[in-house]
Each structure stands twice: as C-alpha cells, then as structure tokens.
C-alpha cells in the first residue's frame, strides 16, 4: 500500500474518531441532563415525606399541600423530557410518538379546531416510479391558548336636532353601569371577582398580569370595582340565605380568617363559617347551596346567630363543643339535632397510624373504611333505598364496632392519645350513627369541607382582609362563586350577566330568577 494510500485511511480514521468523541461528548451530557432531573425529582418526594410525615414542627399546613405536589409534577416533566431527549440522541434519529395519547378524543366538540397540515419534502417515489398516491393520513390534536383578549368597547350616542326649529335635541340615554362613566365593563368585573374569590389571586397580583399587557390598573381601583360589585350582589345573598333557611338538614363548618386590627399594628383572629345544604347525595331536587358568614370568634354563640329563623333540624358538623349549645335551643321546629362526621374520626385513627402504628388504630380505620364501601354503592339514590341498605349492611358493623372501642379502651392506658380518640368517638356515638335512621343524611361533613377550602387557600395568598367590613364582603362574594362552582355554573358568566340584569332593574320580586342554579336554565331558554 502507497504511503499516500496509509495517509489518507490514518486521516479518515482520525475523523472517525472524532465523530465518535463528540457523539460520546453528547450522549454523555443528555444522561447527566437525564440523572440531574431525577435528582431534582427525588428530593422534592424527599421534601414532601418530611413536610407530610415528618416532625410537627416540620409539616406544613393542609393548603400548603398543593405546592409540592405541583413541584412534584413539574419536576417529573423535566424528568421525562430530559429522559425522551437522551434516547433520541442515543439513538442518533427524531423519535416518533408512540406513547399513550391521554386526550385524544376528550377535547370539547365547541373548541374552534385549526387544522395544520404537514406533507413529506418529496411525494415523489424514489425508486422512479412518479407520483405517490395518498393511502391515509395521522390525526393528532393538541390543546392550544390564544392569549385573554382585552378590548375596548366604545360607546357613541349621537345627537339628533331638528334644522327647522332650535327646540328639540335627541339623544339616547346612557346605560346602567355598575361604575358609571368608569372604566371596566360588567364582563372584567365579574372576572376579576373570580379570579380573586374563586381562583385565589390577590388584587396586587392581578394589577401584574394587566401590567403585562400594557394595562396599567392599580390595586386600589380593582378593589374598588369589586366593592360596587358586591353592593349589587347583596340581594343575590340575602336570597340564597332564604334559600338555606328552609332546609331540612344543614351542613356547617368554620375556619380562621385573619383580620386586620389597626389599634394594634396588627392581625386578629376572625372565623370564617360556612353552611351549606347539599342533598345531592340522596338526589334531592333542591340545589346545592354555601353561605359564608364572618364572626369575630369561633364561640357556638354565633353558630346560633347564624341559624336563627332556620326551619331545619338536623345540622351535620364536626365534634367541636361549640355546637352543643344548639342542641338546647328551644324553637318551634325543637332544638337542633347534631349529626356528627365520620371522616373526623378516621382522622384521628390515621393520624395514631402514621404516629405509631397502633394495631387498633388499623382496624378501626378499616372499619370505618368498610361503611364508606357501602355508602359508595348508593350514592345518589333515593333515601329509601340508602336507609335500607344502610340498616341490612351498615348497622352490623357498628353494632360490633361500639362493644369493640369499649373493650379496647379498657385495655389501654387511659392517659394515651389512642383512649382520647375512642372516647371521642364514643361520646359523638349517637351523632355517628344518626345516618342509620335517616337516609338523607351523610357519614361526613365533606360537602361544607370541599366548599369552604377554597376560602382557606384565598386567605392564604391574600394574607388576611383589611377590616371587618371586608371580611363581610369577602364572604358573600365567596359564597356567590363557590355555589355557582357547586351547580357546574361558569361564575365568570354568570355575575357578569347577574349584574347587568340588576343594573338594568330586574324586579326585585322576581330574584329567583337570577339564582346560580336558575343560570343555565335561563340561558338555554335564551339561546
């Protein structure tokens, strides 16, 4: 072989070679990208176990919650994008999708569809043969945002004048509005209302989104069109609180609500609480309700203020003491009839579980465990049904299940947390077992728990309300977005078409008209 032969094959092997390193030098860093990610994944899991299982001083609150997990399916994101890129690169070729499409065929018939369609470079055959012939075609769809779109409505009213004589000019009056001669429309207030009441966004940081479209509101004004929205809401309240009023049976809760105290620099604790009447469960025909009241403290003095002129009689709530002063009221109806929450119970078993892995704490949450597999199987069905169903499948378990708590109680330290728990459940016996003898009723108060979360999670981003007032307000704006969420009504929608009807002198009379559950009804009546 020629010496330029060896050269030219030592050349190419050389370039060889360095293709070789730099492909390596890329595999290398898409696995290191890959590993990075997995790491970032495991020890926010990692976080997450110590703030869920951790020390008390360590945990962190029920709302905070959410933030991990968010973190956890971000992180996971990156993980598997980071994963999809190494292969494609290890491979050396563009992967085609081959994973499972989860929404395919789940996308809403009413979104517009653009359709995009993507040919080969060449639809020539490359064996020569001419024009290929089209055999079928890959149909994928994907979710698409077209950013909020801001508008400015312009208004003319022109004037008309006769030119014969001087006498006479006419001219359209100006429409109702909720801020006369003001900026926003009913439409941006109702969102506004939403976004803070409903998806948990504080004024300043909504003032930051319209800043990055080039609008610039301060937080002030928001806050002042929410306060004009909400005094043309208030007869909306008053009437659901009607509404409630002639409930038969009656959910109730309450949580913190940190108020500002001005003489003293500084937050004092206030108590957001919540009734609310949901028959749902049993397929009652009277919607789905939640009104929220502010009070000063959490004594049982206010739950009785709140539920004077109530017709019902049977209220489901928690075991906190406050409510037994309604047990003694004297009405016309008789007194209060308290329904007690099962799920508050387990929650004392899981939290024994998780602490210190108590053998009895284990079965009494798989009995507890085994009500709840019956209730699922009549969910939604009439109270008949749920009664008798209850009595041939529910009773017999708690028929053992109180002899039980007895016996064990008897058998372990009278001094511990465990014999806290049981006696709990044993003093609220017969509140727990109310649902055996009616089957309107629920095992939980988890219809008024999933409806005043929501409201923990808004005072958690705004930090605390102004005043007293405010909290008002913030009440019975929350109440109004969280029963239309409990109808399926788009609240957004439905204040902004609510004030325009109370602006434009819907009849007082005929204020049922404008309810929650009476929105789509109307709407489809309209369309």
Same mark, same amino acid.
């Given at each position: 072989?020629? #010496?330029a032969?060896?050269?030219e094959?030592?050349?190419a092997?050389k370039?060889?070679? /360095? #293709?070789?390193?730099?492909?390596?030098?890329?595999?290398?860093?898409?696995?290191?990208?890959s590993?990075?990610?997995?790491?970032?994944?495991e020890?926010?899991?990692?976080?997450?176990r110590?703030?869920?299982?951790?020390?008390?001083?360590?945990?962190?609150?029920?709302?905070?919650?959410?933030l991990?997990?968010?973190? $956890?399916?971000?992180?996971?994101?990156?993980?598997?994008?980071?994963?999809?890129r190494?292969?494609?690169?290890?491979?050396?070729?563009?992967?085609e999708?081959?994973?499972?499409r989860?929404?395919r065929?789940?996308?809403?018939?009413?979104?517009?569809?653009?359709e995009q369609?993507?040919? @080969?470079?060449s639809?020539?055959?490359?064996c020569?043969?001419?024009?290929?012939?089209?055999?079928?075609e890959?149909?994928?769809e994907?979710?698409?945002?077209?950013? /909020?779109?801001?508008?400015?409505?312009?208004?003319?009213r022109? =004037? %008309?004048?006769?030119?014969?004589?001087?006498?006479?000019?006419?001219q359209?009056?100006?429409?109702?509005?909720?801020?006369?001669?003001?900026?926003? !429309?009913e439409?941006? $207030?109702?969102?506004?209302?939403v976004?803070?009441?409903?998806?948990?966004?504080?004024? %300043?940081?909504?003032?930051?989104?319209?800043?990055?479209?080039?609008?610039?509101?301060?937080?002030?004004?928001?806050?002042?069109? !929410?306060?004009r929205?909400?005094?043309?809401?208030q007869?909306?309240?008053?009437?659901?609180?009607?509404?409630?009023a002639s /409930?038969?049976?009656?959910f109730?809760?309450?949580?913190?609500?940190p108020v500002l105290?001005?003489?003293?620099?500084? !937050?004092?604790?206030? %108590?957001?609480?919540?009734?609310?009447?949901?028959?749902?469960?049993?397929?009652?025909?009277d @919607?789905?309700?939640?009104?929220? =009241?502010?009070?000063?403290?959490?004594?049982?003095?206010?739950?009785?203020?709140?539920?004077t002129?109530?017709?019902?009689?049977?209220?489901?709530?928690?075991?906190?003491?406050? %409510?037994?002063?309604?047990?003694?009221?004297?009405?016309?109806?008789?007194?209060?009839?308290? +329904?007690?929450?099962?799920?508050?119970?387990r929650?004392r078993?899981?939290?024994?579980?998780?602490n210190?892995?108590?053998?009895?704490?284990?079965?009494? +949450?798989?009995?507890?465990?085994a009500?709840?597999?019956?209730?699922?199987?009549?969910?939604?069905a009439? @109270?008949?049904?749920?009664?008798?169903?209850?009595?041939?499948?529910?009773?017999?378990?708690?028929?053992?299940l109180?002899?039980w708590?007895?016996?064990?109680?008897?058998? $372990? &330290?009278?001094? &511990?947390?465990?014999?806290v728990?049981?006696?709990?459940?044993?003093?609220?016996?017969?509140?727990?077992? &109310?649902?055996l003898?009616?089957?309107?009723?629920?095992?939980?108060?988890?219809?008024?728990?999933?409806a005043?979360?929501?409201?923990?999670l808004?005072r =958690?981003?705004?930090?605390?309300?102004?005043?007293?007032?405010?909290?008002?307000?913030?009440?019975?704006?929350? &109440?109004?977005?969280?029963?239309? =969420?409990?109808?399926?009504?788009d @609240?957004?929608?439905y204040?902004?078409?609510?004030? !325009?009807? $109370?602006i434009?002198?819907h009849?007082?009379s005929?204020?049922?008209?404008?309810?929650?559950?009476q929105?789509r009804?109307?709407?489809?009546?309209?369309?």
């Amino acid at each position: 072989m020629s #010496q330029a032969s060896l050269s030219e094959e030592n050349a190419a092997l050389k370039a060889l070679l /360095a #293709q070789t390193q730099a492909a390596l030098v890329e595999h290398q860093a898409a696995l290191a990208q890959s590993e990075e990610a997995r790491r970032r994944l495991e020890a926010i899991v990692s976080d997450l176990r110590r703030d869920k299982f951790g020390a008390k001083s360590e945990k962190l609150s029920p709302e905070q919650f959410n933030l991990p997990l968010e973190d $956890i399916e971000i992180a996971q994101g990156i993980l598997d994008a980071a994963q999809e890129r190494a292969e494609a690169v290890i491979k050396g070729k563009r992967q085609e999708p081959n994973g499972p499409r989860r929404n395919r065929g789940h996308l809403p018939a009413h979104l517009p569809r653009v359709e995009q369609v993507i040919e @080969p470079e060449s639809t020539m055959c490359p064996c020569g043969c001419g024009q290929m012939a089209r055999i079928g075609e890959d149909t994928s769809e994907r979710l698409d945002r077209v950013p /909020a779109q801001l508008r400015v409505l312009v208004t003319r009213r022109p =004037k %008309y004048a006769c030119r014969r004589c001087s006498g006479a000019v006419v001219q359209a009056h100006a429409p109702e509005r909720v801020v006369p001669s003001g900026l926003p !429309t009913e439409a941006l $207030i109702a969102q506004i209302i939403v976004a803070k009441f409903g998806d948990h966004l504080p004024f %300043y940081r909504q003032a930051e989104i319209f800043k990055r479209q080039g609008i610039h509101i301060d937080r002030a004004s928001l806050g002042n069109w !929410t306060g004009r929205g909400c005094f043309h809401l208030q007869p909306i309240g008053e009437h659901m609180g009607k509404h409630l009023a002639s /409930a038969d049976r009656l959910f109730m809760d309450e949580t913190t609500a940190p108020v500002l105290d001005p003489g003293r620099r500084q !937050t004092k604790k206030g %108590y957001f609480w919540a009734i609310a009447s949901d028959d749902r469960g049993h397929g009652g025909a009277d @919607p789905p309700i939640v009104l929220f =009241k502010y009070a000063p403290g959490r004594s049982g003095s206010f739950a009785e203020e709140f539920l004077t002129g109530f017709r019902g009689r049977l209220l489901q709530c928690d075991g906190y003491d406050g %409510y037994d002063r309604l047990t003694h009221i004297q009405r016309p109806e008789g007194p209060w009839v308290l +329904v007690h929450c099962w799920s508050h119970l387990r929650r004392r078993f899981v939290k024994q579980i998780r602490n210190t892995k108590s053998p009895i704490a284990e079965t009494a +949450v798989r009995q507890i465990a085994a009500l709840y597999a019956v209730e699922a199987t009549v969910r939604g069905a009439p @109270p008949e049904i749920r009664l008798v169903t209850r009595r041939q499948q529910s009773a017999p378990i708690i028929e053992a299940l109180k002899p039980w708590f007895e016996k064990q109680l008897s058998m $372990i &330290s009278s001094g &511990s947390q465990l014999a806290v728990d049981i006696r709990y459940a044993l003093s609220h016996w017969d509140g727990l077992t &109310s649902f055996l003898d009616d089957g309107r009723l629920e095992l939980d108060t988890n219809p008024v728990e999933n409806a005043i979360r929501p409201v923990a999670l808004t005072r =958690k981003n705004a930090l605390f309300a102004g005043h007293e007032v405010g909290a008002e307000n913030w009440a019975l704006l929350a &109440s109004i977005v969280a029963t239309c =969420k409990l109808n399926d009504v788009d @609240p957004v929608a439905y204040i902004d078409e609510t004030l !325009t009807a $109370i602006i434009n002198g819907h009849p007082k009379s005929r204020i049922e008209e404008l309810m929650p559950w009476q929105f789509r009804k109307i709407s489809s009546q309209i369309l």
